[in-house]
């Protein structure tokens, strides 16, 4: 180690001063005097030895302790780039990001980055928003402890502006429809989705191979309805520009959390939702190479039916619908005596409600209260995946 990195690693606490002498090969009292001369003249280079002069660019030793204190004590856990921002907006140290990595590195509290692997060329961004979305969630411990979670985020490929971060218990179609809704209502229809081959998205029917398009998935079919194109990722690499973020995610999100002492998925999503999306926007976000938008305001009135995991059923005798082991009866209508032998459609909605429609008719309708009990089940028979409740 260069003596300087011996230094400032026992200035930042992670040496005895001992024991910087002792690697340097140096004695004790050296080792005071040059301790004595660091803390006078500043961290490297602030004594210029040709005009035996202080350098009117040396930063105060005071400046460095703070600096390594700050990062031991309080923003262990973050990344160069956040340390360095929140030293500039948090403490009024506004020195250069290659002096402040620079120093956290040579005291020991940030490892130097590996060298890049191969060359890769770089997929150019859409020119406008609203052209292709990318989806994806991110398992991760997003509350510093043991607990798991994964973040969905819903990102702009043109400008990389998020338009809608949360953290659920796990990806599923529930979750990842809720998220496809609020960004449909909110920003208008996309032209297409990009994601990875999870089984939410696609049916893969062979690990490795391509997708099959003609078994759309429960949320390939709602896109479907809305003529919203779905592209498939096959490898990470060509997700790059999705894990990149969330890479910046999990560097950020944690540590803004323990900072907050949001401990909770509540908590964390109305943070998300009320503060952080729009402060990650405002520092990551860039220009669209074009003007205007892809985005469509939809003047669909059915997203209720759009965005439900839907089943096909054939009625009983008795005008009952089987669904994940409850038992539906079907009143009698006013245009049928009877729907016996009837193919209808039952619908899972995303509050947690089930209705059950015969073509354009709705014959059923069940708030989450009001579902029956599920009946026993068969020794050793198959649980199916039940009825989702709210999130």
Not at 181 to 193: A, D, K, M, Q, Y
Not at 369 to 384: N, S
């Amino acid at each position: 180690m260069k003596i300087q990195e011996v230094i400032l690693k026992a200035m930042a606490g992670k040496l005895k001063w001992w024991e910087a002498a002792e690697i340097i090969g140096v004695t004790d009292r050296t080792m005071r005097r040059w301790r004595q001369e660091y803390e006078e003249h500043g961290y490297k280079g602030l004594w210029d030895y040709r005009k035996r002069s202080p350098s009117p660019k040396r930063v105060p030793v005071g400046d460095l302790e703070k600096v390594l204190r700050l990062y031991r004590e309080v923003y262990f856990d973050f990344n160069v780039q956040h340390f360095h921002e929140k030293l500039c907006e948090e403490h009024g140290l506004a020195y250069s990001y290659t002096w402040v990595k620079t120093a956290l590195q040579q005291a020991g509290l940030v490892e130097r980055r590996k060298k890049r692997g191969s060359h890769r060329k770089r997929r150019p961004r859409r020119p406008l928003p609203g052209m292709l979305l990318h989806i994806d969630g991110s398992e991760h411990r997003w509350f510093g402890d043991e607990r798991y979670f994964e973040l969905i985020v819903i990102m702009d490929d043109a400008t990389s502006e998020i338009y809608y971060a949360q953290l659920v218990e796990a990806e599923s179609t529930h979750s990842v429809m809720v998220a496809l809704r609020e960004v449909i209502e909110t920003r208008g229809l996309f032209c297409s989705l990009y994601s990875d081959r999870a089984g939410h998205f696609f049916v893969t029917p062979k690990r490795g191979e391509k997708v099959d398009r003609s078994r759309p998935t429960q949320v390939g079919r709602a896109l479907q309805e809305l003529s919203v194109k779905m592209i498939a990722a096959y490898s990470p690499q060509a997700r790059g520009r999705s894990e990149r973020n969330f890479g910046t995610w999990q560097g950020r999100l944690p540590q803004e959390l323990r900072l907050r002492g949001i401990v909770d998925l509540e908590g964390a999503n109305e943070f998300l939702r009320n503060e952080y999306i729009a402060e990650f926007n405002n520092r990551f976000a860039v220009p669209a190479a074009q003007k205007g938008t892809a985005f469509v305001r939809t003047q669909r009135k059915d997203m209720d039916r759009v965005f439900s995991t839907q089943h096909e059923r054939t009625v009983g005798n008795d005008n009952t619908v089987s669904l994940d082991n409850r038992v539906l009866q079907l009143n009698k209508t006013r245009w049928r005596n009877t729907l016996a032998g009837q193919s209808v459609t039952v619908h899972e909605h995303l509050d947690g409600r089930v209705s059950i429609r015969y073509g354009p008719h709705l014959v059923a309708e069940y708030a989450p209260d009001q579902l029956p009990v599920p009946l026993p089940r068969k020794r050793g028979t198959p649980r199916p995946g039940g009825i989702r409740k709210a999130a």
